[in-house]
């Protein structure tokens, strides 16, 4: 099958070298010239850690038309802050019939993404789905050597239309058997755990972090740190209720996606988990942890939570005082109800356009 893959950092390169260690056509998109000069001169992507294999793409270019053209499926592996502007760059060169899966959408990523293509008079029947999480937890050694950290057991996925879901998981299961159907979009955006883990990390590690105090993401969790994020954790499952949504939480989830977690809390399990254990924090604040996690997640559980009139008063704090960090105005350019076309609309409502 030829696969395209959209973006060559952490999970683009360990899908395409996957992909293409697994016999199919892989083909990569990337938009840094030097990482694709790269690729050409190795031929091939190695993965070890926890699984280990090597692939040699079919193709690795800087034109996503030629990326995609013929591919069964587009996995898109960009930051979903990216989305808007990938969309407007792909609708020239989609075909019917192709499936294009957002690795993860994030919050709101199908639903932005459809909404540039019809604004931009796109007409094709094409599958357009976005999963919850990414398949591995990877880094980036150096281009073309991709440590796999951890690979997930089970990871929801959805379409947009939903009716669509069972077509994209028949594409999806010749290459993985970890994908489950999610009921709809809602799911898998409200599901969205790095919107909830990242931020408050970042955020009260700011110091350490400016100061180059380089520590581990994850196994450095605090007992305080994970109770706040448990709080936050709850604005969001609270939100996702008002939608008829009954979420795992993030303590939970940790348990769900990684076989064998131990641990009676979410400090623990975080501490626990191999596929964390290696993880370090970002050495500086502007960091996708912030830039990618705030408008394409925090930004859009408030929103939907203010759609809904239920309130979410850490996610708005983390949200003010990021967007002061870094002097960018998150809600404005993030994923808002308006952004996403429903601004205005009630739960009600909200639901019927999803449905």
């Not at 995609?68 to 898109?76: K, Q």
């Not at 983390?318 to 960018?328: D, M």
């Amino acid at each position: 099958m030829k696969i395209a893959v959209i973006g060559a950092g952490n999970g683009g390169q360990a899908f395409a070298g996957y992909f293409a260690s697994q016999g199919h056509e892989a083909c990569v998109c990337e938009a840094r010239t030097e990482v694709v000069e790269r690729l050409h001169e190795l031929g091939e992507i190695r993965l070890e850690g926890r699984m280990t294999c090597v692939g040699k793409p079919k193709l690795v270019t800087e034109n996503v038309g030629k990326a995609i053209e013929g591919a069964e499926l587009i996995m898109v592996t960009v930051t979903a802050n990216a989305h808007k502007v990938l969309a407007k760059q792909m609708l020239s060169y989609l075909a019917d019939n192709q499936v294009v899966v957002l690795n993860p959408g994030r919050t709101g990523g199908a639903i932005e993404f459809k909404r540039v293509l019809e604004e931009n008079g796109f007409n094709k029947r094409i599958y357009l789905a976005e999963t919850q999480t990414l398949v591995f937890a990877c880094r980036i050694v150096e281009t073309g050597l991709v440590n796999i950290i951890g690979v997930k057991d089970k990871v929801l996925v959805s379409a947009y239309p939903s009716s669509d879901t069972k077509v994209v998981l028949k594409k999806l299961s010749h290459v993985f058997d970890c994908f489950y159907a999610a009921k709809n979009v809602l799911v898998t955006s409200f599901e969205n755990i790095g919107a909830v883990f990242h931020p408050c990390v970042v955020l009260f590690n700011e110091a350490a972090i400016e100061r180059g105090n380089q520590f581990y993401f994850y196994r450095e969790m605090t007992p305080g740190l994970a109770r706040l994020i448990e709080k936050v954790d709850a604005e969001r499952i609270a939100v996702a209720k008002a939608y008829g949504l009954d979420i795992i939480s993030a303590s939970d989830w940790v348990s769900y996606a990684y076989k064998d977690i131990k641990g009676d809390n979410l400090c623990e399990r975080m501490r626990n988990n191999p596929a964390y254990y290696e993880i370090l924090a970002p050495t500086k604040i502007d960091c996708r942890q912030i830039t990618e996690d705030i408008p394409t997640g925090l930004v859009p559980f408030s929103e939907f939570g203010k759609a809904a009139g239920v309130p979410t008063p850490l996610i708005d704090a983390t949200i003010t005082i990021c967007s002061e960090l870094l002097q960018k105005d998150f809600r404005k350019e993030g994923r808002n109800l308006k952004n996403l076309g429903f601004g205005g609309l009630n739960v009600e409502e909200i639901l019927k356009r999803i449905n």
